[in-house]
Structure formats: C-alpha cells, structure tokens
C-alpha cells in the first residue's frame, strides 16, 4: 500500500510522454521558452518549446504569475485555472513533429515575473492537468527562458504608429509591421501583419510572409479594386471589421489550412478587396480581436 503514491507518479509521467509523445527522454515535460527575458506592455512576445514534439492536440496555453506556477512533476486531473490572474492566451497543437511556437501580445498585468501555463486535457483525462513551464520558487535571471519579466511600457512605447501612404491610413500595435505602396495600374495595396514582413517584390497577396506566421499572428491586405469590378461592393457604414461568418475558403495562393476571412467594400468612393490571414487553421476570439483592433483605425481619403 505504502508504494502507491509512486507508482501513481509514474503511470502520470508515462501518460505524459505518451500522450504529448515529446523527443526526448520519457519523463520531459511540455514547456515554452521565451525569446527575451523581458516584456513590457502591448509588445509582441514570441515562445518556442526547447526541443521538436511530435503531434499533439488538447493543450491551453496561459500567462501565470511566478506567485501561482505549479510543478509538472505531478499532473492531476484538477481542470483548467479559475484564477483571474492566470490569462488563457490559447491553443497549442502540432498536425506534425516540428517544435513548438506561439506568439501573443503582452496584456496590461501587474508588472513582474510571469511563466507559460498549459491545461492539457490528455496528460491527466478527463478533466486534464494544470502545470507551468517554471516550475513555483524558481527566480528570475537574465540568461534564464522560462520566465519573463512583464514592465509598464516607456511612455509612448505601445501607442499605434501611424503608416500613411495613397490615401490610406492605418496605425500599427506595438510589434506590427506593414507598407502600403501602389502597384501598376495606379491601385492602392496595404500589407499589416504581427511579425516583421518581408519585402513585397511583387507579391501583391501578402502570400511570401505566411511561412513566416506563428500560431496567434494575423496578416492583413487590402487591394484597391478599379470599376467596374467595384460598382456591386457594399457600402462601409462603420468601422471596419472582421466577423465569423467572413471566415471561407481561402484565395488562391494562400494554403487551404489556415483561417482565412474576406471582405469586399466601398468607402470614400473607393472599393477594397479586404483578406485576413490567420497563423492557424482556427481563428481564436483573440486573434480577431487583435485584427479588428488594427482594423477599426483605417482610415481612407477619396481620390
């Protein structure tokens, strides 16, 4: 009777490997490292796993304070966090092994030391187990990865900046990037995405920077459409925006497993082809927050 505990421990490590069927040794545990070691407010951060995963599903990640991480060492099925300090950031799966990546923006916290948290369904059925990548009492340093220190921002440092250019307008978070420029026929185009993009040299889609996309980035386009293609476009009677049901099968060019949204326009006397392409195959509710966000500050002039 007295060898139950351990043995309990290491059917809940076996179960662990099998289920996330992690590259290594049996008893690794799912973890997140940060690329900096320092974070402020509204700044785009990005998290790799330290080593190549096979496939896995049914894993949520969150944003921990230190004060609330919980070892991996001994999973339970306790469900997902209740705490309102711990915030869901979302899914982490892979279709194939490759490592493991997510990006997020940095919400407005309490400033200090925070680690990622997964609440994974199949480490400990049915209700799935809550640890962190740090494990509690570990201490922050500079050349660490598994925790970040979140500041408040240096005054101005997430305001949007504003690119300008044909008549167009649109302000940019911290972290994003993006160009608008004219291509032949005298049409305006708008690339904004969450990660850097590559020069355009032609690729009027956008379609170059997808390969670059993690999980929670988002790329915007918007290609000017000439008459008479644009007469039958509807009007735009308010902030431009993103929903659901402007979620389809993506254009061409662009790959069939990734959430994709498209949207035809008019404004100012101008008609827009709108394209959003998401970093995963399901668009999460912050990643369309985080497009609308950007969206809502286009502004057009008329010709």
């Known amino acids: 009777m007295r060898r139950r505990p351990a043995i309990r421990l290491v059917i809940t490590l076996l179960a662990v490997a099998i289920a996330l069927a992690i590259t290594g040794s049996a008893s690794a545990d799912l973890g997140l490292w940060f690329s900096s070691p320092r974070a402020h407010w ?35 099925p306790t469900g997902p966090p209740h705490n309102r300090r711990i915030i869901m950031l979302g899914s982490l799966r892979l279709a194939d092994p490759a490592v493991a990546r997510l990006s997020f923006i940095v919400p407005h916290v309490r400033p200090g030391d925070y680690t990622l ?10 209700a799935g187990a809550f640890f962190t990548t740090a494990p509690p009492g570990q201490r922050w340093t500079p050349r660490q990865h598994r925790i970040v220190r979140v500041s408040r921002p240096a005054s101005g440092a997430t305001k949007p900046r504003t690119i300008t ?24 185009i708008l690339h ?30 918007l290609l000017g459409v000439g008459r008479p293609a644009a007469a039958s476009f509807p009007p735009l009677t308010s ?20 959430a994709f949204a498209g949207r035809e326009f008019r404004v100012s006397g101008r008609a827009f ?18 497009a609308n966000r950007v969206l809502a500050t286009l502004r057009v002039r008329p010709r």
């Open 42 to 76: 509204g700044e785009r951060v990005h998290v790799a796993s330290p080593g190549r995963y096979a496939a896995f599903s049914g894993v949520r990640v969150y944003l921990v304070p230190m004060a609330l991480a919980r070892s991996s060492l001994v999973q339970r």
């Open 117 to 126: 948290g997964f609440w994974c369904k199949p480490c400990a059925p049915p």
């Open 239 to 258: 902030p431009l925006r993103i929903q659901r049901r402007d979620l389809g099968a993506p254009v061409e060019g662009f790959p069939l497993n990734r």
């Open 165 to 188: 250019g044909h008549g167009l307008a649109i302000g940019l978070p911290s972290g994003w990037s993006g160009v608008i420029y004219r291509r032949v026929g005298g049409l305006a």
């Open 273 to 290: 082809d709108l394209w959003v392409e998401f970093g995963t195959g399901k668009a999460s509710a912050t990643s369309l927050r985080e």
């Open 192 to 221: 904004a995405a969450s990660l850097r993009l590559p020069p355009v040299d032609g690729d009027d889609g956008g379609q170059s920077a997808v390969p670059r996309m993690h999980k929670n980035d988002v790329l915007i386009v």
